[in-house]
């Protein structure tokens, strides 16, 4: 994420209280620590880290899709 105005997004997201139906803008709120890497995990969803033979066979598949897609 590169723009501004999503990472604010976000940190609101993990730190504020979902379940509140009112929104105090607070640049100093905290929030325990689990209650972040929980939002956090329901955020990014499932995933599972690639071997380094794994990323090597999707890289050169990318890159001959690439290639082909550039020659047309």
């Known amino acids: ?3 501004e105005k999503n ?3 976000v940190s609101r ?3 504020e209280n979902n379940e509140e139906d009112h929104v105090i803008l607070d640049f ?3 929030c ?3 209650i972040i890497k ?4 329901k955020l990014i969803g ?3 880290l690639l071997s380094v033979e794994e990323e090597k066979t999707i890289y050169d ?3 001959t899709v690439n290639t082909n897609f550039s020659l047309i």
Do not use: A, C, D
């Not at 929980?38 to 995990?41: A, D, E, V, W």
């Open 28 to 30: 100093n709120r905290t």
């Open 7 to 9: 990472l604010l997004l």
């Open 46 to 48: 499932n995933y599972s």
């Open 38 to 41: 929980t939002r956090f995990k």
């Open 13 to 15: 997201y993990l730190i």
């Open 1 to 3: 994420m590169r723009n």
């Open 61 to 63: 598949r990318i890159s």
């Open 32 to 34: 325990e620590t689990l």
